[in-house]
């Protein structure tokens, strides 16, 4: 047993893991953040998806005790209130989901990828969610939901 | 079930949990899946995370590349382009954030085309343990640096060795891009690597080709890496066709001193066929591996 800290969605959070608690339990059953889930629990199917120090992360495969003192962002710390974040918005105006397992770990691969790069190209969308696998769209809509995003984002920024 | 998961801080502390028994987790791609999914009996992971093996140097050509430097960190700095067309053909970019050049050597085939690329480029593994730091080539067996590689196989082994004993893979797992295999016993060193380097190539010099089922996240089917030496030597390592990375020493025989042409190419090609041992899989039939060879060979070498 130890003494975790993580800042999650900007927040200092403090649990106790256990040596088999992984970031993706510490999630959901001790700080009640549910939008992270857990598919194949072998870093195959990315709907565990969050951000570690800014970078995508399967938190399924993370010791919750290797990553003391890390900043974590999940789905949950997207919206601002009820407004959705642009690629949130997307995701829903795009109609880019469908039973919505899959759909928190989209996005923060989505997430991910635009914030590295405001301007990817559909081959680099693809390869940003290749470890994010959906079983209901066939992936067209996900892929349209995202540079939809990318060019909110930079219209956005262009105001 | 782990039972302890240390996280220590330098790498002395890291070696003295290793010699005690502890299984090494670097990005926790490998070790995890098989501890996620499973009963285990007891298991103590000593986390890398803290030793401060991460980092990339170039100094002239020499690259030194940390064992706990990831995949991602490889794809994102731009004095590596080389690797650049390597590492962006493994796994996704989630796992690419957590996987570490220093895992990859241990990465079961059809998986490692990191460790594929390195023995291609005579990369060498350094290594810590109790006694002095060594340095070992990939995928070499010369036979003078037989007892090295017989402690790097130690080594290398690790992940795999423990976790047979835990009863949750398999025990001889071809590894780190040694071709020669040594049986691990209890009594042997259990080091760490903690870095590998190698030079950097000339312009063009250095060609790698994997074919897989899909352009992204898929396993090799028949992955090609070759360094082409000023000397007019050809360095070629193989993926996909074995259940270790292959240091295809036939192709390299066959086109020693000759001009890279379809011809040559073919015939190396055509000899380096006994040096591939493909398996059945659920990417890949082993027939269809060694029909994929010769061709992506050719494209390696030749780009047609």
């Known amino acids: ?159 | 079930m782990l039972t302890e998961v240390h996280v220590p801080e330098d790498v002395p502390a890291a070696v003295s949990l290793i010699a005690a028994g502890a299984t090494i987790i670097g990005g926790g791609t490998l070790v995890m899946p098989a501890l996620n999914n499973h009963g285990s009996p007891p298991t103590e992971l000593v986390s890398l995370r803290r030793t401060g093996l991460a980092g990339i140097t170039v100094t002239g050509s020499t690259v030194t590349i940390g064992a706990t430097t990831t995949l991602a960190q490889i794809e994102h700095d731009p004095r590596l382009a080389i690797l650049h067309p390597v590492v962006r053909s493994i796994a996704s970019v989630p796992v690419r954030t957590l996987a570490t050049v220093g895992g990859n050597l241990f990465a079961r085939q059809p998986y490692g085309d990191l460790a594929v690329a390195l023995v291609a480029l005579n990369a060498k593994a350094v290594l810590a343990s109790q006694e002095a730091p060594v340095e070992l080539p990939l995928g070499e067996h010369d036979p003078a640096t037989a007892g090295l590689g017989k402690r790097a196989v130690t080594r290398a082994g690790l992940e795999e060795r423990d976790t047979a004993r835990a009863g949750l893979g398999e025990r001889d797992t071809a590894t780190a891009g040694l071709e020669e295999r040594a049986p691990v016993t209890a009594a042997e060193e259990r080091a760490l690597v903690t870095a590998v380097t190698f030079e950097l190539t000339a312009p063009g010099a250095f060609r790698y080709l994997k074919a897989a089922r899909r352009r992204y996240n898929s396993a090799s089917l028949v992955t090609v890496a070759a360094t082409i030496t000023e000397a007019g030597g050809v360095r070629v390592a193989l993926g996909g066709v074995s259940d270790h990375v292959v240091r295809a020493v036939r192709v390299e025989q066959a086109l020693a001193g000759r001009p890279l042409t379809e011809e040559t190419v073919a015939a190396a090609a055509q000899a380096g066929l006994t040096e591939l041992s493909p398996a059945d899989d659920a990417y890949a039939s082993a027939w269809y591996r060694r029909r994929v060879f010769p061709v992506h060979l050719r494209r390696a070498l030749l780009g047609l």
């Open chain 1, 1 to 159: 047993m130890k003494i975790v800290n993580l800042k999650v969605n900007g927040v200092g959070k403090t649990f106790i893991a256990r040596p088999e608690t992984t970031l993706l339990l510490a999630l959901r059953e001790q700080l009640g953040l549910t939008g992270a889930k857990r598919g194949c629990a072998q870093g195959a199917c990315g709907s565990c998806t969050v951000l570690l120090d800014g970078d995508p992360v399967v938190s399924c495969l993370i010791p919750a005790m290797t990553v003391d003192g890390g900043d974590v962002a999940t789905v949950e710390g997207l919206a601002d209130g009820p407004v959705l974040s642009d690629v949130q918005q997307a995701f829903l105006d795009g109609f880019a989901t469908q039973c919505g397992f899959c759909t928190p770990g989209m996005i923060m691969s989505a997430e991910a990828l635009l914030d590295r790069n405001p301007s990817p190209t559909r081959d680099e969308v693809n390869e940003a969610i290749s470890g994010n696998v959906c079983r209901c769209t066939g992936y067209e809509p996900i892929v349209s939901a995202i540079l939809d995003a990318a060019e909110r984002r930079r219209a956005g920024a262009n105001l």
